[in-house]
């Protein structure tokens, strides 16, 4: 058992005065925020959580209300929002817009949010730098960082500062071009490879790891290595959570999807009807009606 959260100490801004009282002692606690040791917990405990994609306030308060335990300010938003074809040209000041709006429209989820290419390579003191502005101008709560075990000094760094990191290995869409397209990885001898990973971010102070495109039984043994939670995307059904592209199991996004994706809805067709159907109004002069009128 966890010990309870107890209130701000310092206070928590100008809801402060309006925060309510307490619930009464007979009311389940469920927790105001989700914590990196929830998620420790869940894995101790045999339970699983999710995880989704958000880049703006309102997909953000969905999901939150929907209960999803974590909110990733993916660097996706590169394809997902502002229409490159990788997630490599996105940055830092970009994903710092994203990451105040997912965090204004979140209350309970733990909100993490992707280092994006080039702001942590070269060196610790520059993924501190990246990951301070992401937390301070950002206002997320963790940071997840694409690469193996070569990142452990890099990540011991980060959590040494005070910077929750979540870890990514597998296929890192980052490393694309060196890895020669989208491709499943840890198959056969790189299977070791992609568990000795693992093990070395987790002790290097990863408080999880995140596995994409891996094999169902790799993802199962990494899981089994280490004692920090994981989760897959295209990594089976062993891992302790589970994220995905929002708009992938929105149905949004159309065209070949990968076979990791299962489309939850078909909101791009509630959207495409809406929008025609609106239209159709506006040409024919039956919107607006007298009672949209002043």
Known sequence: MTSAEIPAPYGTGA??????????????RTPARIRTHHLQQAKNDGRRFAMLTAYDQYAAEIFDDAGIEVLLVGDSAANNVLGYTTTLPITVDEMIIFSRAVINGATRALVVCDLPFGSYEISPAQAIESSVRLMKEGGVHAVKMEGGRHYADTIRALTTAGIPVMAHIGFTPQSEHALGGYRVQGRGDAAQELIDDA?????????????????????AAVDRAVRVP????????????????????????TGR??????????????????ATTY???????TFPGPEHSF
């Open 15 to 28: 809801r402060d005065a309006d925060a309510g009282a307490a619930p009464a002692a007979s009311q389940p």
């Open 199 to 219: 093990v070395a971010l987790a002790e290097a102070g990863a408080f999880c790891v995140l596995m994409e495109m891996v094999p169902a039984e790799v993802a």
């Open 230 to 253: 994981t989760i897959g995307i295209g990594a089976g059904n062993s891992t302790t959570g589970q994220v995905l592209v929002w708009q992938d199991m929105a149905g949004v996004r």
């Open 257 to 274: 999807q990968p076979k990791f994706v299962k489309q939850f809805a078909d909101v791009r067709s509630v959207l495409a009807a809406a």
């Open 279 to 285: 239209g159709e109004e506006v040409r024919n002069g």
